[in-house]
């Protein structure tokens, strides 16, 4: 069992920044791939940006340039900061976890979801 808690949503201006933390525990023995994925009113949720264990990440073209996503292993925390917030941002923001825990069974763990909401 992997448990997600996510912080650091809330209200933003547009051009503001904001930035996401998702901290994992639980019977992890490693993780893998670590995300963040969002889903605006009557929109399909979609893929924000992922980092692997190695460092490579992966970006939705409509964030690239403005957000940043890192980790910190030994926290086993996964960021995203956000620049140049735009009303289009806004959503629900989701932490993604693939992992494995000490059983060696593949864990696919997501939280709880935090709003983001970009407006003047």
């Known amino acids: 069992q992997v448990q997600l808690v996510e912080s650091g949503g809330g209200l933003v201006q547009p051009g503001g920044s904001l930035r996401l933390s998702c901290a994992a525990s639980?019977?992890?023995?490693?993780?893998?791939?670590m995300g963040w994925y969002r889903q605006a009113p009557g929109k399909q949720r979609e893929l924000v940006a992922v980092?692997?264990?190695?460092?490579?990440?992966n970006y939705a073209d409509s964030v690239k340039g403005r957000f940043t996503i890192s980790r910190d292993n030994a926290k086993n925390t996964v960021y995203l900061q956000m620049y140049s917030l735009k009303p289009e941002d806004t959503a629900v923001y989701y932490c993604?976890?693939?992992?494995?825990?000490?059983?060696?069974?593949?864990?696919?763990?997501w939280g709880q979801g935090t709003q983001v909401t970009v407006s003047s």
């Open positions: 993604n976890v693939e992992a494995v825990d000490y059983s060696a069974s593949k864990v696919d763990s």
């Open positions: 639980g019977s992890i023995f490693i993780i893998y791939t």
């Open positions: 980092i692997t264990n190695g460092g490579s990440t």
